[in-house]
């Protein structure tokens, strides 16, 4: 895939453009959760930092997918549903974050879950870091790989946001990191929290591997990146920060396969979507 990448020109599929995009979105907002709320002040401003880069991604993205859904007739019609939702009718980046339905959006199911460990009760005073830690490093060891593809990509456009993109995913990636390494080497209780996460979180990463019709048709123009081949040197990295973590990787998951990629999600993306969007619903005239 890489060597097409490189000697040809194309236009990523909006629908592999969409899959980014929320992806962005749904874990930015998932991450602005803690704000006001970080452990220690420093994490609070990174993590709401952690979550502007993402949203900031997600903003390109949907911008590049609405100038193309706009400029083509067959997608301007897939979206008609969208244009009622502005006076002058167009398909815009806030049509596409806030008046799109659960169903339509196509993120991992990992990234819209609550932050809590499984059995909990969701209320925010029973937030856990160690989730959150857990799930950024996952998905941030996986975005290492797929930003910088992308960034040497058939489609300049896709290329330019991935090369922001992949600075900022190394932070990530590297904080979440050294958090993950804090809480598996540090106190009894930080290690068993940590243990917990990894133990939750890992099955939905199955997910990953699980490849959607937006990606196979990005693959094959030379547009988007062949998951599977990713998938050994994400669990090199897993695999590397676990054992300095003192962390034990559970079983290969055996079970039912998320697929939130393909518009099928948990009860959860509903209820984020419900309080992310209810302004802007109602409001869909206004100008900010």
């Given at each position: 895939m890489d060597a097409a990448l490189a000697t040809t020109t194309a236009t990523a599929p909006v629908d592999y453009l969409l899959h980014l995009a929320d992806n962005a979105l749904v874990l930015g907002q998932r991450n602005a959760e803690w704000c006001g709320h970080g452990p220690v002040i420093e994490e609070d401003l990174s993590m709401a930092n952690n979550s502007l880069d993402l949203?900031?991604?997600a903003r390109l993205l949907y911008q590049l997918a609405a100038d193309r859904i706009n400029g083509d007739a067959a997608e301007s019609a897939r979206f008609a549903h969208l244009r009622g939702a502005r006076v002058d009718g167009a398909v815009t980046e806030d049509t596409l974050a806030y008046f799109r339905d659960t169903a339509e959006f196509r993120n991992y199911t990992l990234l819209e879950l609550p932050h809590s460990p499984p059995r909990a009760a969701t209320h925010a005073a029973l937030r856990d870091y160690a989730t959150t830690i857990v799930r950024n490093f996952l998905y941030s060891?996986?975005?290492?790989g797929v930003w910088d593809r992308l960034a040497r990509g058939a489609d300049?456009?896709?290329?330019?946001?991935?090369?922001?993109?992949?600075?900022?995913?190394?932070y990530h990636y590297r904080h979440a990191r050294?958090?993950?390494?804090?809480?598996?080497?540090g106190t009894a209780e930080s290690h068993a929290r940590a243990q917990v996460a990894i133990d939750h979180l890992m099955p939905y990463t199955e997910e990953f591997w699980s490849p959607s019709e937006a990606e196979a048709a990005a693959r094959r123009a030379g547009t988007g990146v062949d998951g599977v081949a990713l998938r050994g040197?994400?669990?090199?990295?897993?695999?590397?920060?676990?054992?300095e973590a003192t962390l034990q990787r559970p079983a290969p998951h055996q079970g039912y396969?998320?697929?939130?990629?393909?518009?099928?999600?948990?009860?959860h993306l509903g209820f984020l979507l419900a309080e992310m969007q209810s302004l802007a619903r109602a409001h869909p005239d206004a100008r900010w």
């Open positions: 949203i900031g991604e060891a996986l975005m290492l300049p456009a896709l290329a330019g946001i991935a090369a922001r993109a992949v600075k900022e995913v190394q050294d958090w993950l390494v804090r809480f598996g080497d040197e994400w669990e090199a990295r897993v695999d590397d920060a676990l054992l396969v998320t697929e939130g990629k393909h518009g099928r999600h948990s009860e």
